[in-house]
């Protein structure tokens, strides 16, 4: 099996501000197997979540460590891998798992999500992103995803460093026109909230009452994820019962025992490829997750079509989709995820059924 790898940017084509920063752009890596003239494409890079820090650089650096281990090794069985995989962190691993997946679908000629018995047909729209701003910002930003989509899904990111003043004027600002939109054209928009780990409990449970007024569907992630893992379950359990609203955990959920240990005191958890380490866990997490009566919400970082199109895979299994990073993108060398309105439709080509642009294919070569 050979591995290769390339490096290539994303820009945004409108910057993205959270609790932690504001981000323009990103350097990803393509991921490349091949055996047997089957190609196997994966994406990965780096990505902060406030307690945990990865640069591309190092994914890269873990990656090319393993080209001379992987050379006399097949793509298949996977799980003969799982050693290896395990080593990676989880980004590393995620790029690798990507690729391994979209080989051995395209060498079974089959979408993976017909190799998991998985209905294409079932699937909701995702929501599109809102980050923090003055209202007037974002409320332009706004009416730009609404010239594109029907984007009936509507995330906001709160926890502003400004302050609360500052998060309920925004609130205010985009619930009151997510109504004015309803009494004139009559298309309902959900309202959906993440402030990224930028509340306190004490903040948390000052807002809860605008965000119930304001008619916010979700709570995602309002306070800061703990290294420590009985501090962060601590803090869901502190706050279980003083929400709403569905609460859902992101930055504190990354593979299945953090779902295991959240699950009493959240309603569903967000699962992102990079956080989980790949396909593999992600299935695994997310069918855990129906047997314990938690939502899916998927979501994504910075990232291109080729991470939101492996993660559409799982969309029969999610209830709420957070996966618009491409189509915010300026320069994504990715294409073949379809959306119909505002519904993502899982590829239905071999693999993860993305295509990846000649030149970058080549120089991964």
């Known amino acids: 099996m050979r591995l290769q790898l390339h490096s290539f940017r994303l820009t945004k084509a409108v910057p993205l501000a959270i609790s932690r920063g504001s981000s323009g752009g990103a350097d990803h890596l393509l991921v490349v197997v091949e055996q047997d003239g089957v190609i196997g494409i994966g994406e990965t890079g780096g990505f902060d979540t406030g307690h945990r820090s990865y640069t591309t650089e190092a994914v890269a650096a873990e990656l090319r460590q393993l080209v001379a281990p992987l050379e006399p090794l097949e793509p298949e069985p ?3 891998l799982e050693p290896l995989l395990a080593s990676l962190s989880p ?3 995620c790029g690798l798992d990507l690729a391994l997946h979209d080989w051995l679908g395209k060498r079974l000629g089959l979408p993976l999500h017909r190799l ?6 079932v699937g909701v729209a995702t929501s599109v992103t809102l980050g923090l701003g003055e209202p007037a910002a974002v409320l ?3 009416e730009l995803w609404w010239r594109r989509l029907p984007a009936s899904r509507i995330k906001l990111k709160l926890g502003s460093p400004l302050g609360l003043e500052h998060d309920r004027a925004l609130l205010t600002a985009v619930a009151t026109a997510l109504e004015r939109r309803r009494q004139l054209t009559g298309a309902a928009c959900e309202l959906q909230v993440d402030a990224n780990g930028g509340w306190t409990l004490e903040a948390t449970r000052t807002m809860a009452a605008h965000l119930e007024r304001a008619q916010v569907v979700l709570l995602e992630q309002p306070l800061p994820p703990q290294l420590d893992p009985d501090a962060d379950t601590a803090n869901f359990a502190a706050l279980e019962l003083d929400c709403p609203m569905p609460l859902l955990a992101d930055e504190s959920c990354w593979r299945l025992e953090d779902l295991v240990r959240l699950a009493p005191y959240v309603d569903g958890v967000n699962i992102k490829l990079l956080k989980s380490g790949g396909l593999a866990e992600a299935l695994l997490m997310a069918r855990a997750a129906q047997r314990l009566g938690l939502a899916v919400m998927l979501g994504c970082y910075g990232d291109g079509g080729l991470l939101n199109g492996a993660a559409a895979q799982l969309l029969p ?3 709420w989709p957070d996966l618009d990073s491409h ?3 300026v320069d994504d060398p990715f294409s073949g995820l379809e959306i119909v309105a505002d519904r993502l439709l899982p590829p239905p080509q071999p693999g993860l059924g993305i295509q ?3 030149d970058l294919l080549a120089a991964a070569r």
């Open 356 to 358: 990846v642009a000649p």
């Open 317 to 319: 299994l999610v209830s």
């Open 91 to 93: 980004p590393a691993r």
């Open 116 to 121: 998991w018995g998985l209905d294409p047909g």
């Open 78 to 80: 996977l799980q003969a």
């Open 327 to 329: 189509l915010n993108l």
């Open 140 to 142: 332009a930003r706004l």
